[in-house]
C-alpha cells in the first residue's frame, strides 16, 4: 500500500509493501542566491529584458525577445544576477516601467562579449528616478548595475521628475544636447531622453560639447560649466574645453555668457560669436542667436573686440517674462546670476 504522510511535518510520500515501510520525503530545493546565466550563441542578437512579473512583483525574470521567459525566481531569494553576453552584438534591457524598480544586495551584473557591440538599456519608472553613469558602474533607483565591455548605454526616464549624472570617462568625449536629449561619445556611448535634470562630467582633457538650442531655451556659459534651460529641462555639462550652440529655429533662444572670473574675450557679429579667456582654458561659440548677453554688458575686466547694438524691447521683455521666473523654481540650487539678470533687464527696460 502507499499514501502521503508528513514527516517531520514535511509532505512525504510513503509505501508499504512485503518488506516493511519507507518514507521518501519530497521538498523544493532553495534557489540559488547568486544566478549566472549566458545568452547562447545563435548568430543573431539575443535580447533579454530583466524585469520583475507584471502580476506578481515577488518575483525577477528575463523576458528573451525571442522565446520568452528564459528566468524566474523569487525576488528575496537572489542577491546577484550575472549575464554574460554572446559573441553576437546582444542588448539587456532593464525595465522598471513594468513592476516597478527593485534592489539586489550584490546588483546586477552584465559582462559583454570583448568581440562584439554590447547594448544596455534602462527605462525608468512612472514615478521619479535617479541615475548615476558611469563606463563600468551605474545606480538606477539604489539598484547597482556592473558593467563589462558594454558599448553603449540608453536611459529613459519614462515619466515622472528624472535626473541623471554621467561620466564621460578619461578618453575625451563629445556631448551633444539638444530639446530633451543628450548624448555622449567617449569611452562608452550615451543617450538620455525623457529626463527633467543632467549633470554631465567632462573627464578628457579636449572634451567638446555642442548644443542645438530651440523653442525659447536659454544658454548660460562659462569657464567652467553649460546649462541649457529648456521646457522643463536643465541639462548642465561641466569642464568641457570646447562648447558650440546653434539657434535651430526663430524663437527667441538666448546665450547668457558671465566669464571666467578673470581677463575674458569676445567677438560679437552678427549671427556669431566666439568667446575665450587669457589662459586659454575655455573656447566658445555661438551662431544664430538673437540674444546674447555676456560678461562685458556688467564687468569691466571683459574685453570685446566687438558688440552687439543694444538691446531692443522685445529682448528686455523677453528677459523680463514668465519664462525665467520659471527656470529659476525649476532649479534646486538657483545661482545668482539669475536674479541680477533679471534685475538689469527690467532697469534697462523702465530707463528707456
Not at 568581440?115 to 563600468?136: E, H, K, M, P
Not at 575674458?264 to 568667446?275: H, I, K, P, R, V
Request: glycine share 10%; aromatic share 12%; charged share 20%.
Amino acid at each position: 500500500g502507499s499514501g502521503y504522510e508528513g514527516k517531520d511535518g514535511k509532505e512525504g510520500f510513503s509505501a508499504y509493501g512485503s518488506l516493511g515501510s519507507y518514507s521518501v520525503t519530497v521538498s523544493t530545493p532553495i534557489p540559488e542566491a547568486v544566478q549566472t546565466l549566458f545568452m547562447p550563441e545563435t548568430e543573431t542578437a539575443n535580447r533579454w529584458t530583466v524585469r520583475l512579473n507584471a502580476g506578481n512583483a515577488g518575483i525577477l525574470e528575463i523576458i528573451d525577445a525571442n522565446n520568452g521567459i528564459v528566468f524566474s525566481q523569487p525576488l528575496d531569494t537572489l542577491t546577484q544576477l550575472v549575464i554574460n553576453s554572446s559573441n553576437d552584438d546582444d542588448e539587456l534591457t532593464l525595465d522598471f516601467s513594468c513592476g516597478g524598480a527593485f534592489l539586489l544586495e550584490n546588483g546586477l551584473v552584465f559582462n559583454g562579449h570583448r568581440d562584439s557591440f554590447n547594448t544596455l538599456y534602462l527605462v525608468g519608472t512612472d514615478g521619479d528616478d535617479s541615475a548615476t553613469i558611469r563606463v563600468s558602474e551605474i545606480l538606477l533607483n539604489g539598484l547597482v548595475l556592473f558593467t563589462e565591455n558594454v558599448n553603449r548605454i540608453t536611459f529613459d526616464g519614462n515619466t515622472g521628475n528624472d535626473t541623471a549624472k554621467i561620466f564621460c570617462g578619461e578618453a575625451d568625449g563629445i556631448f551633444v544636447l539638444a530639446d530633451n536629449y543628450l548624448n555622449l561619445t567617449g569611452n562608452y556611448e550615451a543617450d538620455i531622453v525623457n529626463v527633467n535634470r543632467i549633470d554631465a562630467v567632462a573627464e578628457g582633457r579636449h572634451d567638446k560639447t555642442y548644443i542645438y538650442s530651440g523653442n525659447n531655451s536659454l544658454i548660460v556659459m562659462n569657464g567652467i560649466y553649460v546649462n541649457y534651460f529648456g521646457q522643463d529641462q536643465s541639462y548642465r555639462i561641466w569642464h568641457s574645453e570646447s562648447v558650440t550652440a546653434f539657434s535651430i529655429d526663430g524663437t527667441n533662444n538666448t546665450v547668457l555668457h558671465t566669464g571666467s572670473g578673470g581677463l575674458d574675450y569676445y567677438t560679437l557679429l552678427e549671427n556669431y560669436g566666439a568667446m575665450s579667456n587669457s589662459s586659454g582654458s575655455y573656447r566658445h561659440e555661438i551662431f544664430d542667436f538673437k540674444n546674447v548677453i555676456t560678461e562685458d554688458d556688467f564687468s569691466p575686466q571683459a574685453r570685446p573686440t566687438s558688440s552687439f547694438t543694444d538691446w531692443d524691447d522685445n529682448f528686455l521683455a523677453f528677459l523680463a517674462d514668465e519664462q525665467l521666473r520659471q527656470l529659476r523654481k525649476q532649479n534646486d540650487t538657483p545661482d545668482n546670476w539669475m536674479a541680477e539678470f533679471e534685475k538689469l533687464a527690467l532697469l534697462d527696460l523702465m530707463m528707456k
